[in-house]
């Protein structure tokens, strides 16, 4: 707000001069203000301007003349030229900054997705590796079986033949052969191994173990490798054994690692120790050689994933890779101690507990699995009841086939989809199937298999080259009777076969000769379970019903009289006229306990029409007289 002061120069009347003014660039129109020699105004906006003034003298007559003033309204300071350009220099910036952080967001969103495609591709990568490595082992494995199985027969034949004019050096060359199968064996162990430790989520199973025993297993297999090169062999335990938490075999793979190194390496001198820390917290394990010793510069290396020293060595590079990890998911550390020319020493030191891990309970140590049955096996098999083999290698099918046709009639199939066809032909008493086939594989045949009452009954054998726990508990799962890796002895497949039928024999004979033992303790199949236990129901509902037998249960259980024969006699090793009367013994025996009725009343109520002849039976099936049993 500003005024203006005005006067006209007559002084005759002054109080009748009249007054006119005009702001032009504001004001539109002349102002007459009357006398009073003032103009005052407000709002005026920045700019120039000019003030015009006219006057009237004392008779009215206004002047030609005007007055004249150039007014400049400055603006404020936050109006000005540069208040103007700083504001759009903010807002430029505040552009700026918003689509720059726009651009970032999106660039952030664009590398989380890069991300998650990359994560994804990697997992794909992974998961196609650990198929590939699979596979690998599949093929590899059946191959090493056929060498290493006809080998092992071979060898066995040399020695006991009664020829005295055989070279020894057949024997020796036999010998190389079966050194460097396995060495081939272990070759393709290790890339595995490996290939497990590059897992997303590897699997490992914690437990408590005495650590002397896993040292000692895995002494035992070195120790004649060493003695054979001339090597003095050391082994040193504590003074008191002490237990650890720890994946078995992942320890059992650290020490023969660090084994196989070292008898690789020395001279004359392998020496295997353990220690545990006085506060029982932490156990050391050292293996010393006085081999070529490694160098500076590469014992900052040799854990690196396929790094080899320049030692000629054959080897792949990867065993101390996979015993610093082992040694790391068990959260202890492993240094070496080496001078080049004088020898190694490797130290691994792991904790006696495990933080953060489910442990499960060990098993107690348990027979090699080479040493044979201590006693005789009795088999529910008569001679030439029919195996099926179901392989796709053809040189593996011929090899089981030709070591099962003595005792069995053989039949073959090469893949899952044939051996349920040749099962529905025929009355297969055992299965021995590979588990990787094209079509169909094993753990899909085993499943429909033990789906299917009429053929859950029937022994299955898996054979597969995966070696992981996780794939040996998902064989066990699909229904197994057993799980036998690749390569294998034929001398093992034959023991295992004749132990699993000895076992379903020894179920059934505890069952028949114990009489309060249930029936659900003869099979491991729950398909099975069902069908005795409705037997039995049906045996015990028609004890007093003279026409119970075989042809009575078949229309009750709407089965077939051959299938419910063959599937009663391949589980329990006796026909179902047999089984009838064993549950009706075992029904008298309850009643018989609860001392209600007499010997006489109970022979009758089973379905006996002969007291005398119920009493040699009961005795004879249970070793005691009726009478006897009731005291």
Known sequence: MFSL???????????KNQYACKLEGFDKEWNYVGSTPKATYTNIPAGTYTFRVKATNNDGIWSKQEATLEIVVHPPFW???????????LIGGMIWLYV???????????????QRLNDRKDMEVKEARLTFFTMIAHEIRTPVSLIIGPLEILMKDVVNSTKT??????HENLQIIDRNAHRLLELVNQLLDFNKTQQLEPQHN?????IRDIITSVAERFNPTLQQKGADFQIDYPSEDFFAIVDKEAITKIISNLMTNATKYTQNMVHLSCNVSDDHKTFTIEVEDNGVGISKSDQQKIFSPFYQAQDNKPGTGIGLSIVEYLVNVHGGHISVESQHGKGSVFRVTIPTTQANVITKPSKPAQESKEEKPSRPVLSIFDAKQIVLITEDDEDMLRFLASNFKTDYTVITARNGREGL????????????????MPEMDGEEFCKLLRADYRYSHIPFVMLTAKTDNESKTQGMNCGADTFIEKPFSMEYLHAC?????????????????????SISSVTTSSVDNELLLKMTQVIEDNLEDPGLNVGFLAEHLNISRSGLFAKIKTITDVTPNELIQIVRLKKAAQIIADKKYRINEVSYMVGFNSPSYFAKCFQKQFGVKPGEYAL
């Open 206 to 210: 914690f437990a408590e173990y005495k």
């Open 79 to 89: 109006w000005t030229l540069p208040a103007k350009i700083l504001y759009l220099l």
């Open 100 to 114: 720059h952080m726009r651009l970032l967001k999106e660039e952030k969103r664009h590398k989380r997705e890069m």
């Open 421 to 436: 066809q040749q099962v529905t032909r025929h009355q297969v008493s055992l299965i021995i199937s590979d588990w990787m």
């Open 5 to 15: 002061y005005f006067a006209a120069l007559s002084y005759c009347s002054p109080e």
């Open 497 to 517: 076969i004749k132990n699993m039928i000895e076992i379903r024999h020894m179920l059934f004979q505890k069952y028949s000769v114990l009489p309060d033992t």
């Open 165 to 170: 004019n055989i070279p020894i050096s057949y």
